[in-house]
């Protein structure tokens, strides 16, 4: 099992709707939860990290963190086209000083 | 403003060459990392430093070595490249930041624009 996981997609919603991205980890000992957009050509930066269990809110963007179910989610909410990239999810190790990183899911948003 | 240069953006050599990439934080990060990202693999962390003259290895060490001479820069060295090294190569920072009694939770990473490497 990867350490990491993402559906691949290419995932299209049509502009205006709510775009979900999930990422399952198995590492039990993971307490930082990362989601970075990259867009093509360019390098990841950062578009929320979460903690605690819950719901944590930014803007258009929302994370969601299981640590029972060992999954964190992104939820996009009036996704725009300008939203289209790949979304990288990224795991710490158990109080350790690196990360590791999904494979990143695509996605498109339709205008 | 949050700032990680990486000395080229593109870089064409050949294969046997000794290759130097250099990343530069100003942000006086303890920690540095060095990935490289390939279609269909995604990031992977090669090697990366929590300290100056400190270093681990990462998911990917072989045929890469690094060095931290000083805290702001950390320099990936591919000894004698070949053309399976061709890829992305990412550096990124953090600061190293204790989360209470837990111990220490690495922050958020910070990554510099790339280097895109061609082993010809």
């Known amino acids: 099992q990867k350490e990491v996981e993402q559906n691949s997609g290419p995932l299209s919603v049509p502009e205006g709707a709510i775009a979900s991205l999930n990422c399952t980890y198995s590492?039990?000992?993971?307490?930082?939860f990362f989601w970075y957009r990259q867009y093509s050509g360019k390098s990841p930066e950062l578009i929320m990290f979460i903690y605690s269990n819950g719901d944590k809110e930014d803007g258009r963007f929302t994370a969601q963190l299981n640590k029972a179910s060992q999954y964190v989610s992104l939820l996009i909410r009036d996704s725009q086209p300008s939203d289209s990239a790949t979304y990288l999810c990224?795991?710490?190790?158990?109080?350790?000083?690196?990360?590791?990183f999904g494979p990143g899911t695509r996605l498109s948003v339709l205008p | 403003d949050v700032k990680v240069t990486q000395s080229s953006r593109y870089l064409v050599k050949r294969t046997g060459e000794k290759v130097f990439l250099e990343c530069v934080q100003d942000m006086d990060h303890e920690n540095m990392f060095w990935y490289r990202q390939d279609p269909g693999l995604g990031l992977r962390l090669i090697y990366f430093s929590y300290d100056v003259k400190m270093k681990e290895k990462g998911d990917i060490p072989e045929g890469y070595s690094v060095s931290r001479e000083k805290k702001e820069r950390f320099s990936l060295i591919l000894e004698s490249a070949s053309t399976n090294q061709t890829s992305m190569y990412l550096c990124a920072s953090s600061f190293l930041l204790s989360s209470g009694t837990s111990g220490f939770s690495t922050d958020t990473q910070y990554f510099g624009p790339g280097t895109r490497l061609t082993v010809l």
């Open positions: 990224a795991v710490n190790r158990d109080y350790g000083q690196n990360f590791v």
């Open positions: 590492d039990r000992g993971s307490q930082s």
